[in-house]
T-cell receptor, first 115, second 115 residues
């Protein structure tokens, strides 16, 4: 089946530093990938839609300069949390849409803790 | 506004018992409906996906139903196991054909299976 690898699974960083999260589709191509944020006991909240070869589309209220997205290939999208603050601590999840059958596969998530 | 409502919000059942989770949606135009299982601290894993013409689909002990007329879906879990403890998320995709990708997430049902 379709597999999406997301790394790292956990990261702790200091305030003011930047953190990069990778989302990689292992056995299919994904022109479109999505980045979500999930607070404890809450549903996934779409942050942005990542499109290979073009700029990401951000949801209302999401700072594009804060959350940099790069989708440089058909199998890789990255989310960089810049100048991280404790309030950025959260669970970040990516998903990739299969170009062939339009199925969605989620990554296993990244737990970010900013101290 | 597209919405997906799930019930109950949480559910506790004894191991070995059956249970049914509900999902009502107002997404239009409807493309497909998916049920995901999300373990704590992990990304969602797909259980079933149904299009407009499908009214039931099984995946092991999981059986999903869809009534496109009433815009309702259910997920039935048979002979529950402790490992079934997780959040179950109903996700409805908007759009038509190849262009669909707008997803609307339910808030999930948290299932706890106890010995």
């Amino acid at each position: 089946g379709a597999v999406v690898s997301q790394h790292p699974s956990r990261v702790i960083c200091k305030s003011g530093t930047s953190v990069k999260i990778e989302c990689r589709s292992l056995d299919f191509q994904a022109t479109t990938m999505f980045w979500y944020r999930q607070f404890p006991k809450k549903s996934l909240m779409l942050m942005a839609t990542s499109n290979e070869g073009s700029k990401a589309t951000y949801e209302q209220g999401v700072e594009k300069d804060k959350f940099l997205i790069n989708h440089a290939s058909l199998t890789l999208s990255t989310l960089t949390v810049t100048s991280a603050h404790p309030e950025d601590s959260s669970f970040y999840i990516c998903s990739a849409r299969n170009d062939r059958d339009y199925g969605y596969t989620f990554g296993s998530g990244t737990r970010l803790t900013v101290v | 506004k597209n919405q997906v409502e799930q019930s109950p919000q949480s559910l506790i059942i004894l191991e070995g018992k059956n249970c049914t989770l509900q999902c009502n949606y107002t997404v239009s135009p409807f493309s497909n409906l998916r049920w995901y299982k999300q373990d704590t601290g992990r990304g969602p894993v797909s259980l079933t996906i149904m299009t407009f013409s499908e009214n039931t689909k099984s995946n092991g002990r999981y059986t999903a139903t869809l009534d496109a007329d009433t815009k309702q879906s259910s997920l039935h879990i048979t002979a529950s196991q402790l490992s079934d403890s997780a959040s179950y998320i109903c996700v409805v995709s908007e759009g038509s054909g190849a262009g669909s990708y707008q997803l609307t997430f339910g808030k999930g049902t948290k299932l706890s299976v106890i010995p």
